[in-house]
């Protein structure tokens, strides 16, 4: 039987920590060197007396250590965090997708301008022409495409191929939403194509861990800034709208969430590095 099961969580993960740095032959430290990290820092994380380090004080351990987060996060199978609140009052997050956690615009309609001959102004005019009807599942997926590729002059057209291989990850996200997920009651609000998220997933191109909501524009039947989707948004998150932290790329977007009374973050995906650090701020825990 795991000795871990049932150990309060900062406790686990400091048992766990100091046996992977004992595993790797390493003093204390050895690994504050090796992982720039003070000496008081690490012996309070391995005696349990901090309640929640951060996820990348723990990545950059893992690295030192030579193994991964989840081998240091993932102490037991059943390991359980309580979810917290922030000191703002904070308990659930909404994540954007496009903009926040993925990249893809400019890659996107570049490649596609190569391939057919197309400006990249043109395909980008038509893609915002029609991607809302998208989104919302007005248009199905072969019906987008056939009026983009109608729009552009070109007999076929495959923008989900192009989209997909575009997608980048946002740098520090996925740290960011791992951590945040162990504390917080976390999920997706986004406008996207129909079956997006699932290949998504599958492609490992979002954050792996469980979300306690997914708002798919296809799915509702709306897309942001339209009140219905911020409606069904609110009722699977199950917390007062003052309690819900909605991050997102497009102003539009947050005003109408702003307005509701959920706290906002704008996400500068050209500085995602000032943008996290916002969010981190927003989502310190209460003691």
Not at 112 to 120: K, Q, Y
Not at 172 to 195: D, R
Request: some cysteine.
């Amino acid at each position: 039987m795991n000795e871990l099961v049932g150990t309060a969580p900062e406790l686990a993960l400091g048992k766990k920590l100091q046996k992977a740095r004992q595993s790797a032959g390493m003093t204390q430290q050895t690994l504050c060197h090796a992982a720039n990290l003070s000496y008081s820092t690490l012996a309070k994380i391995e005696r349990g007396a901090i309640k929640s380090p951060s996820i990348f004080t723990i990545q950059s351990i893992a690295e030192a250590l030579n193994t991964s987060l989840d081998s240091l996060l993932d102490f037991s199978p059943t390991a359980h965090v309580v979810k917290r609140q922030s000191k703002t009052g904070i308990r659930f997050v909404y994540f954007d997708v496009n903009g926040c956690l993925v990249r893809f615009f400019q890659k996107a309609f570049t490649k596609l301008a190569e391939d057919t001959g197309a400006s990249a102004d043109q395909i980008e005019t038509a893609f915002w022409h029609y991607n809302d009807e998208v989104c919302r599942g007005s248009l199905s997926i072969d019906e987008f495409n056939a009026a983009m590729a109608r729009r552009l002059g070109l007999p076929t057209l495959d923008w989900a191929t192009y989209y997909m291989e575009a997608l980048d990850p946002m740098p520090g996200m996925a740290e960011l939403v791992t951590w945040a997920s162990q504390y917080y009651q976390v999920g997706l609000l986004t406008n996207i194509l129909p079956g997006a998220i699932e290949t998504m997933r599958s492609r490992e191109l979002l954050p792996n861990i469980h979300y306690d909501a997914i708002v798919d524009s296809s799915v509702v039947g709306a897309v942001k800034p339209e009140p219905a989707i911020y409606d069904h948004a609110a009722k699977l998150a199950g917390v007062s709208e003052d309690e819900i932290l909605f991050i997102d790329d497009s102003r539009p977007n947050l005003v109408t969430a702003e307005k509701r009374g959920w706290r906002v973050i704008w996400f500068d995906d050209y500085d995602p590095a000032t943008s996290i650090e916002r969010i981190k701020q927003a989502l310190e825990l209460a003691d």
